[in-house]
């Protein structure tokens, strides 16, 4: 099984649907990242969190929030997802001590926003 | 304002050739540096790193160079094959990303090795 788990691996929504992406992690990190993949931009980070009361907003956060639910968990919400939401979502997890910036990333989540 | 730029989107070279991979950075204040790499369908994996106080890390057939006073760095993939196909990420971290832990990433490039 996989460190890190995405759910769902692909979704298909239309404008104005609010849109629930979920992480979870069994690598016993504190730290968990949301990070948007689109063509030409690389990745660009949504929001991170460094423990469950830890809430922090990332480049791209405008339309998107998250919940920390638990340790091991992470949710991505699109209140009312638009078209330019399309992308390629990524969870990942770092660990909390001296810190190298190693991210571990699940395998993704597409998204399509028609 | 792309702190962490990657040029070339894409390259291509012929299997047992050397592949390079460049990466240049704006921010002064990053100070360590990591190249990521990914397959289709699969999540960013950590390949090689370096701290800002080297010039230099190698793993295998992998090796980063770090030329600060450019603001640049390297990957070489020495020698390619064909499984090095994918994209790779450059990515900086340190006080220029709030001393957070936050990586910035490059655009990717797309490594096609041919047999």
């Known amino acids: 099984d996989a460190d890190v788990t995405q759910t769902p691996r692909n979704r298909i929504t239309k404008t104005g649907k609010r849109i629930m992406l979920e992480c979870s992690q069994t690598?016993?990190?504190?730290?968990m990242y949301w990070y948007r993949q689109d063509p030409g931009l690389g990745l660009r980070l949504i929001y991170y969190?460094?423990?469950?009361?830890?809430?922090n907003k990332g480049e791209i956060s405008d339309g998107y929030s998250v919940s920390r639910q638990a340790q091991a968990k992470f949710s991505l919400s699109l209140e009312s997802a638009i078209p330019n939401q399309t992308a390629l979502y990524f969870c990942?997890?770092?660990?909390?001590?001296?810190?190298?910036?190693?991210?571990?990333f699940g395998e993704g989540s597409r998204l399509t926003v028609l | 304002d792309q702190q962490v730029k990657q040029n070339s989107p894409s390259l291509s070279v012929q299997e047992g050739r050397i592949s390079i991979l460049n990466c240049d950075y704006t921010?002064?204040?990053?100070?360590?540096f990591l190249w990521y790499k990914k397959y289709p369908a699969e999540g960013p994996t950590f390949l090689i790193s370096?701290?800002?106080?080297?010039d230099k890390n190698e793993d295998g057939r992998f090796t980063v160079f770090l030329n600060k006073s450019a603001k640049h760095l390297s990957l070489h993939i020495v020698p390619s094959q064909p499984g090095d196909s994918a994209v790779y990420f450059c990515?900086?971290?340190?006080?220029?990303?709030?001393?957070?832990?936050?990586?910035?990433f490059g655009q990717g490039t797309t490594l096609q090795v041919k047999p």
């Open positions: 990942a997890t770092s660990d909390l001590r001296p810190n190298t910036g190693e991210l571990f």
């Open positions: 690598k016993g990190h504190d730290r």
């Open positions: 969190s460094f423990d469950v009361k830890d809430i």
């Open positions: 921010n002064s204040m990053f100070d360590y």
């Open positions: 370096i701290s800002s106080i080297k």
């Open positions: 990515a900086a971290s340190g006080r220029g990303s709030g001393n957070t832990g936050k990586l910035i």
